[in-house]
């Protein structure tokens, strides 16, 4: 296995509403996402960025700083997930990629994501940004056993 390593991914259209853009107005945008040895998704930043300069330079921050950061640990309004926060100078600076069921995982991948900041190699090269997939809507009706019937 690797070690943790920092991905981007660029986006277009509108942002996820979770996220922050940093410039109004932007129609495409980079995010970085911090995974794990086995490619699992640890974190992610918060801003989106319009480059992909300001978004290394972010990550670079959020590690520098990273001994500052308060985490903030909260529970979705409408549902049964918990996530959290990375807050700095009362700022959110980075979020857990999902939802959790249980209080004890997200306490588990928040120590995960502050433990491999610090090693992970960051992929500064913007030929290997990853481009956001599109949602696509399945042709026509998925029912496997209609036939059958």
């Known amino acids: 296995m690797s070690d943790p ?3 981007f ?5 509108d942002a996820p509403s979770t996220l922050t853009l940093s410039e109004k107005g932007m129609k495409t945008w980079i995010l970085w996402r911090l995974l794990s040895a086995n ?7 918060q801003n989106l960025f319009a480059s992909h300069d300001q978004s ?3 990550f670079r921050f959020v590690r520098e700083n990273i001994e500052r950061v308060e ?6 309004d409408a549902g049964l997930e ?11 600076v980075a979020r ?11 306490h588990y991948c928040l ?20 481009r956001l997939r599109q949602d696509h809507a399945a042709p026509g009706t998925f029912e496997p056993f209609a036939d059958a019937l």
């Open 56 to 58: 290394v330079q972010h």
């Open 82 to 92: 918990w996530f959290w926060v990375l807050m700095l100078d009362e700022q959110p």
């Open 96 to 106: 857990s990629s999902r939802g959790y069921e249980r209080l004890r995982e997200c």
């Open 71 to 76: 985490p903030v640990i909260t529970h979705a």
């Open 39 to 45: 490619n699992r998704d640890l974190g992610r930043g």
């Open 5 to 7: 390593r920092v991905v």
């Open 9 to 13: 991914v660029e986006g277009s259209g």
């Open 111 to 130: 120590a995960q994501f502050l433990e491999s900041v610090s090693t992970a190699e960051v992929v500064d090269d913007p030929e290997r940004i990853v």
